[in-house]
């Protein structure tokens, strides 16, 4: 029951076409970067790249994933036509606006301020301006994804909201209210200054804003991958989702534990106390849970379709499942990266073990591993999996899938393992040049050369992308037939209420926030003196 | 889980079963993990600091304790060493900090402009430097020579070129740099 077509194609394409072009902006910068150039006569340029890699990788790309993806999820799992289909092209329109009208002062180079915009660096208002548009484009989706499941709820009471459909809702509120931190920094304070209104700005309170936005908003990017592992994998693959409530309890344990945590960031500052720390510390540790959890269950789920296709023995299914279906190397390629990306995460997490990494090349390395290979792939396999249902023609060419997959897998260990190791070596992040002929340097210049081939390989795994969806769109008509997401072994038809509403969650959510960060906010607002000037970006000193 | 769904066969008590040891098996990990954190944060020498202090980037040249007279090392009554350094637009001051191996160093140091990064190659001295505020860490260094001393945040178009040094001496060449200057940088030697 799929209306609402070229809407979503509208947001994987322009999700699409923003994550090509940064693409390449990525490789450029890695090879500027690298011992294959010299001096980049003027640096500015580079940052002025890294501002539109980062901007459209962490913003643009997901933000609209997880919009269509929403929208198809709405459709297909509640089996009805979105309500306010109007609304969500104005949520479209806004995010195309605001993409425009962020990219130009980018690309003049009037806004190089890093995806990251920490004051007292400001840029060009514009820059800002399109980035609050793009979040208020996601808002209205956010409340589309309400209201249509109010709606079905209403006309099924009682009825237990398909898993697909709960996990959607939950992660379209966990991304309204981790938005709220950077929309405060953005309006209340950067905005004010970029026009001129105000000549000072906090800039530690900024950096404690911005880390309220920092921290969950890499769980909203993981949302479609998590949805498509509970919701798709199982059953693209011929096996049962393991159990529907483990999949309900990580979704709301995201929506609980994903947002306290943010001060993990400001673990270097200064303007943050030990105490609190801490304290978000300790709740970092414990959104390690609901990805064991799932972790877990996914593989339980993939052991039943090997079981089902006659796999034996305690390992020797594993030889038994379908490793020529894409969406079967999708989920083993991001399994991998997942791991050895948890393994980091582990590291990242404790004050001790983070002062050795902190804003060195590993914390580029990390989120390159976990949100560019272990997320964006689920992204991939998405796209392939429901193609079929919004062109309504087949998505055939499987032996170019599996070398898409292929390739960004193999990219993506070749672009990271190197670039995690430099930065224990000590590279700092974010520079536009190295001088490797510095002892101390020359031995990271050989692995930065391995970064730059990793990156090349994806590329070419990025036009392989391009191309096996484009050519979706010229191959033969079929009928997909109806949209199925996994049916879980023992599939409920009703849940207890915790499991199938988000309003104990909620208030847990927004209460544990005001706890962990409320504190830390109102010193820094009650602390005379925190002001400083601000600093143009560009003008000379 | 009590859903209202099709008859519980064995099958489905055993997933459950296993689903649960699963669960506080996580659950268990998480709890080792906060019990190490725990551990190092008290047994360790490196904690992050515990009080807010602040200084105002205007007025930094002028008066208080970063005055460009008052930066660089100097050694305390108790034998310790204390290093007052500021981060500005596109390099540090004392760009070449000098500290005596052996010895325990506490680093005070704030930013004229922007947000800069302060970390010294091979040690655990990673810290932010957040103009109008001062940034604390403690640290000793073990052997003698020179290491890198970069900016880790992007601060402008100059932040590739944001790289200070530490030059760590023996002890006695340190107290007698102490004895001709007040506050030393490299350049005292
Ligand atoms: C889907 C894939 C990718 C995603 C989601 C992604 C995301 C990001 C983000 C968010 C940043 C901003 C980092 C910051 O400002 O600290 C960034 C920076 C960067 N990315 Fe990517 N990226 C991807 C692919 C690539 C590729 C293929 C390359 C090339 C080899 C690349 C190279 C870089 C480089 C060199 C930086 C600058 C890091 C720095 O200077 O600290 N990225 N990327
Ligand atoms: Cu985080
Ligand atoms: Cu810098």
Redesign the interface.
């Known amino acids: 029951m799929l209306t609402s077509k070229r809407l979503i194609l509208a947001h994987f394409w322009l999700a699409f076409a923003a994550f090509a072009g940064a693409l390449l902006l990525g490789e450029w910068q890695m090879f500027i970067r690298s011992p294959l150039h010299a001096w980049i006569s003027n640096p500015e340029w580079y940052y002025r790249s890294v501002t539109g890699h980062g901007t459209a990788m962490a913003y643009v790309l997901p933000t609209l994933v997880a919009m269509g993806f929403g929208y198809f999820i709405t459709e297909a799992a509640l089996k009805r036509p979105l309500i306010g289909r109007a609304w969500a092209w104005v949520g479209f329109g806004l995010a195309v606006v605001g993409t425009i009208t962020a990219v130009i002062p980018v690309a003049l180079g009037a806004a190089s301020v890093l995806y990251t915009f920490y004051p007292p660096l400001v840029g060009n208002p514009f820059y800002y301006i399109g980035v609050v548009l793009v979040v208020v484009g996601s808002w209205i989706w956010v409340a589309l994804m309400s209201v249509n499941l109010y709606r079905w709820k209403k006309d099924n009471p009682g009825a237990a909201v398909p898993l697909a459909m709960f996990a959607n809702v939950a992660g379209s509120y966990l991304w309204a209210w981790t938005s709220v931190g950077a929309a405060i920094e953005l309006l209340f304070q950067i905005l004010p200054v970029a026009l001129g209104l105000r000549t000072t700005i906090d800039a530690g309170l900024a950096r404690v804003f911005f880390s309220w936005t920092l921290h969950a908003i890499v769980y909203f990017w993981l949302m479609p991958t998590y949805i498509a592992y509970y919701t798709i994998v199982p059953r693209a693959i011929g096996g049962r989702l393991y159990s529907d409530s483990m999949g309900r309890l990580s979704f709301i344990l995201f929506l609980v534990v994903a947002m306290p945590i943010g001060v993990h960031h400001l673990f270097m500052d200064p303007q943050v106390g030990g105490g609190f720390k801490f304290l978000h510390s300790v709740f970092t540790a414990l959104v390690a849970l609901p990805t064991l959890l799932t972790v877990f269950t996914i593989c339980a789920s993939v052991e039943i379709a090997a079981r089902l296709r006659g796999g034996r023995g305690a390992l020797g299914w594993i030889r038994a499942l379908p490793w020529r279906n894409p969406m079967m190397l999708a989920i083993a390629f991001s399994f991998v990266m997942l791991g050895f990306g948890g393994a980091g995460g582990l590291i990242n997490m404790s004050y001790q073990l983070d002062a050795v990494i902190h804003n060195t090349q590993w914390i580029t390395g990390h989120f390159h591993l976990i949100f560019g290979g272990a997320i964006v792939i689920m992204y991939f396999a998405i796209a392939y999996d429901v193609w079929p249902h919004l062109t309504g023609r087949a998505l055939e060419c499987h032996g170019l899938i599996r070398a898409q997959l292929w390739t960004w897998f193999i990219g993506m260990m070749v672009l990271t393992f190197p670039w995690h190791w430099v930065g224990i070596l000590g590279m700092p992040r974010r520079m536009a040049y190295y001088d490797y002929t510095d002892p101390a340097l020359a031995p990271q210049a050989n692995w930065v050369i391995m970064s730059v081939i990793g990156g090349a390989i994806l590329v070419l795994s990025g036009i392989l992308f391009l191309a096996v969806l484009i050519r979706g769109h010229r191959a033969p008509q079929i009928d997909p037939g109806p949209y199925r997401f996994s049916v879980a072994v023992h599939q409920p038809r009703r849940v207890p209420v915790a499991l199938n509403s988000y309003g104990l969650w909620l208030s847990l959510m927004v209460g544990l926030t005001l706890v962990n960060y409320g504190f830390p906010i109102l010193h820094l607002l009650t602390t005379p003196g925190t002001d400083v000037p601000a600093i143009t970006v560009g003008a000379q000193k | 889980?009590?859903?209202?769904?099709?008859p519980?066969g064995e099958?489905?008590q055993r997933?459950e079963r296993?689903?649960r040891r699963?669960?506080t098996l996580?659950?268990g990990?998480?709890a080792l993990?906060?019990v190490?954190?725990?551990f190092?944060?008290i047994h360790?020498a490196?904690?992050?600091?515990?009080?807010?202090?602040?200084a105002?980037?205007?007025t930094l040249h002028i008066a208080g304790e970063f005055t460009e007279a008052n930066l660089g090392s100097s050694l305390e009554p108790d034998g310790s060493v204390m290093v007052r350094a500021i981060g500005q637009?596109y390099s540090f001051t004392p760009a070449c900090i000098v500290v005596p191996v052996g010895t325990p160093i506490a680093f005070r140091a704030?930013s004229a402009?922007?947000?800069h990064?302060f970390?010294i190659?091979?040690t655990?001295?990673?810290?932010?430097?957040?103009?109008?505020?001062?940034?604390?860490i403690a640290t000793r260094f073990e052997t003698t020579g020179e290491?890198?001393m970069?900016?880790?945040?992007?601060?402008?178009?100059?932040?590739?070129?944001m790289w200070g040094r530490i030059r760590v001496v023996d002890k006695a060449t340190f107290q007698e740099m102490a004895t001709r200057h007040r506050r030393l940088s490299c350049v005292d030697q």
């Open positions: 889980m009590t859903h209202d769904h099709e519980h099958g489905a997933a296993i689903e699963w669960a996580s659950v990990i998480v993990l906060i190490m954190a725990a190092a944060g360790q490196t904690m992050p600091q515990p009080v807010l202090e602040t105002d980037p205007r637009q704030t402009d922007v947000v990064g970390l190659d091979g655990n001295v990673n810290v932010m430097l957040v103009p109008g505020y001062v940034s604390t290491r890198h970069p900016c880790h945040e992007f601060c402008g178009t100059g932040h590739e070129g």
